[in-house]
């Protein structure tokens, strides 16, 4: 089975090619030819998945899925949320982001929060989705090299390493994109 993952995020490509068995082949949105930003106007995180695998259904008719992920916080009543990958500015920087986070969570008891990843698969006339949460806290100071966006601050439940500490696989056991990484696989496996 070939499918699109409908993004140009190569991290995000590179540890969900590592996740799927072989007997699927995934491609990038650069394997297809689109090179232009997806439309993530939808004001949850489920929608803008939707909206993402919509786009290349209608526009290059291909079987995808699409993610989407927040990063919600407890002391901040869920934020960044759907805004995580924007919240310090449209260009997107991690680290920008994470110090913005940092800042707003100094005078925070609480340091609560949850990754949480949308799937929106579109496969044979018909639209499914897949929800992976990871639980944990966020950490005063980042550490770690690895993996991208919030992970060198965030320390799932359970753990005492950053996502960023991690290695591939153990952070694809624990996180939130593995875990609907895994029930994405689980349905196609059997369609």
């Keep these: 089975m070939k499918i699109v993952f409908a993004s140009n995020n190569l991290h995000k490509i590179a540890e969900i090619r590592a996740m799927i068995p072989q007997s699927i082949e995934l491609v990038g949105l650069q394997d297809i030819g689109c090179t232009i930003d997806l439309p993530e106007t939808a004001d949850t995180i489920e929608g803008n998945a939707q909206m993402k695998a919509d786009y290349i259904t209608h526009h290059y008719g291909l ?3 699409a993610d989407d992920t927040g990063l919600e916080v407890e002391a901040l ?6 805004y995580s990958a924007r919240y310090a500015g449209d260009q997107k920087n991690a680290d920008d982001n994470m110090d913005k986070l940092l800042y707003e969570l100094e005078e925070k008891t609480t340091r609560k929060a949850q990754f949480k990843t949308v799937i929106a698969l579109n496969l044979k006339g018909e639209s499914h ?6 639980s944990g806290e966020i950490l005063r100071e980042k550490r770690g090299a690895h993996g991208f966006g919030y992970d060198p601050i965030f320390v799932p439940n359970g753990q005492n390493l950053t996502f960023a500490e991690m290695d591939a696989a153990s952070k694809a056991a624990l996180s939130h994109r593995g875990k609907a990484v895994q029930l994405l696989i689980a349905f196609l496996l059997v369609k």
């Design 77 to 82: 009543n869920g934020a960044p949320g759907v």
């Design 63 to 65: 079987p995808c899925f």
């Design 129 to 134: 989705q897949f929800t992976g949460i990871a």
